[in-house]
């Protein structure tokens, strides 16, 4: 009787540890999954037509994929003709198409300053000697890692891919947009402000990786060239 007791014992003990494994990895894969959203669940959003109409529909942005990403009848498509399109509006967030991807409006002005969602696949490599492994970009070719030409929904990022940063900023102005990531790129496009933003970031200790900060500078630049 002992022997048995203990041999459940063991087994319920197996069982268990099997459940957090098997719940720690379903966790690891919905990460992986939110990871490459702007936001944390799909939520309805506006899409304003040129022409003047409005749809309506489940969205959320695939910074992947740069695309914006729909729900029709239970299946994930991404939307097509950006340049039909003025603005798509989620949880007040506005997205503006500018090429073959969209731009978040961070700043309306003047001088406007937008965000680019994006961000990278990884994959780990073979080792390279010393106990280190060697990392492949897969950005140039994500339509092997991610579309494949297979529904959105049934697609997962492979187990050996991770995803980085590669946020970008951009301001326009005079019709214009310039990459505004840095002091200088955005200093570039106000030569004759150079001397007045420089104080303005040294002053108020500005952070320009900060995206708050950021947004207080181009709200400046809007003041300074007025």
């Known amino acids: 009787m002992t022997k048995n007791k203990s041999i459940s014992r063991k087994q319920l003990l197996i069982v268990f540890i099997f459940f957090i494994y098997l719940t720690i990895d379903i966790q690891t894969q919905a990460q992986k999954d939110t990871a490459r959203y702007v ?31 729909f729900v029709k009848d239970g299946v994930k498509l991404a939307i097509d003709s950006l340049e039909t399109i ?25 001088v406007s300053l937008f965000v680019q ?12 000697g ?7 970009g897969a950005a140039t070719n994500i339509s092997s890692v991610y579309y494949a030409g297979k529904p959105l929904q049934k697609l997962k990022l492979p187990s050996d891919y991770h995803i980085t940063d590669d946020t970008h900023f951009w301001i326009r102005r005079n019709g214009t947009f310039y990459k505004s990531n840095t002091s200088s790129q955005i200093i570039s496009v106000f030569p004759e402000k150079a001397k007045e933003i420089r104080h303005f970031i040294k002053e108020n200790h500005l952070n320009l990786e900060n995206r708050i900060d950021l947004i207080t500078l181009i709200v400046k630049c809007n003041e300074f060239i007025h």
């Open 39 to 69: 936001f944390p669940e799909f939520m309805i959003g506006a899409v304003k037509m040129k022409s003047g109409q409005t749809e309506f529909a489940l969205m959320n942005y695939n910074e992947l994929s740069e695309e914006m990403i």
């Open 86 to 110: 003025d603005t798509i509006t989620i949880e007040s967030r506005i997205f503006v198409p500018h090429q073959k991807i969209l731009f978040e409006l961070l700043v309306k002005g003047p």
């Open 117 to 128: 969602h994006k961000c990278n696949p990884i994959a780990t490599g073979n080792p390279s």
């Open 130 to 136: 010393y106990g280190e492994t060697t990392e492949t």
